[in-house]
């Protein structure tokens, strides 16, 4: 199974400021990288896939790189609707797995 | 617009059986795999498998092989996941994806308690 590291696991920030999360894959796993975000009383919603493609409606202040084994999610000028759960997720071959999260909190 | 809308909360237990339902809306049901993710109290997301929407057939990751039955009513767009000989460790909420390739929608989730 492709194992998903995920860090940091909590990150405190404020708005307007700029984070980056990090998620290794322990084999390459091309591109086929998707990031999601979990709010409570909401259902996941996906951002970015094949590694750096914005999803539709995902805003622009997001943005994520990487390929391989190395992938990093970036987020610009931190909103207040940003502070969320952030998962990594391989779909690169079955199992699918996901990265542990990283909860991101408003300092 | 395309929702998928998990039944309610359950509070079950050790030994019982659930069956949760994922009702989709809003596209062709069988133009997709439904997906069933798993996220333990505090934990992260498990994947458990999937069903194919078309023919039926379902697929099981190794961990959840045994005592999980991933079913459809297609004629009512709803995927469901029936857990028997529930487990405490089976206290979670569970989540149901549609996935071509990727998870773009995703149900609400359903808790479900396993507790004496």
């Known amino acids: 199974d492709v194992q998903m590291t995920q860090s940091p696991s909590y990150l405190a920030a404020s708005p307007g400021e700029s984070v980056s999360i990090s998620c290794k894959a322990s084999k390459s796993i091309s591109n086929n990288l998707a990031w999601y975000q979990e709010k409570p009383g909401k259902a996941n919603k996906l951002l970015i896939h094949?590694?750096?493609t914005l999803q539709s409606g995902t805003p622009s202040r997001f943005s994520g790189s990487g390929s391989g084994t190395d992938f990093t999610l970036t987020i610009r000028s931190l909103e207040f609707e940003d502070f969320a759960v952030y998962y990594c997720?391989?779909?690169?071959?079955?199992?699918?797995?996901f990265g542990s999260g990283t909860k991101l909190e408003i300092k | 617009q395309i929702q998928l809308v998990q039944s309610g909360p359950e509070l079950k237990k050790p030994g019982e059986s659930v069956k949760i339902s994922c009702k989709a809306s809003?596209?062709?049901?069988?133009?997709?795999?439904m997906h069933w993710v798993k996220q333990a109290p505090g934990k992260g997301l498990k994947w458990m498998g999937w069903?194919?929407?078309?023919?039926?057939?379902?697929t099981y990751a190794d961990d959840f092989k045994g005592r999980f039955v991933f079913s459809l009513e297609a004629s009512a767009s709803t995927a469901n996941l029936q857990i028997s000989n529930l487990k405490n460790e089976d206290t979670a909420t569970y989540f149901c994806?549609?996935?071509?390739?990727?998870?773009?929608?995703w149900g609400q989730g359903v808790m479900v308690t396993v507790s004496s």
């Open positions: 994806a549609r996935r071509y390739i990727l998870f773009d929608y």
């Open positions: 069903i194919n929407t078309y023919t039926g057939k379902p």
């Open positions: 094949s590694g750096s």
């Open positions: 997720q391989q779909y690169n071959e079955y199992p699918l797995t």
């Open positions: 809003g596209y062709t049901f069988t133009d997709y795999a």
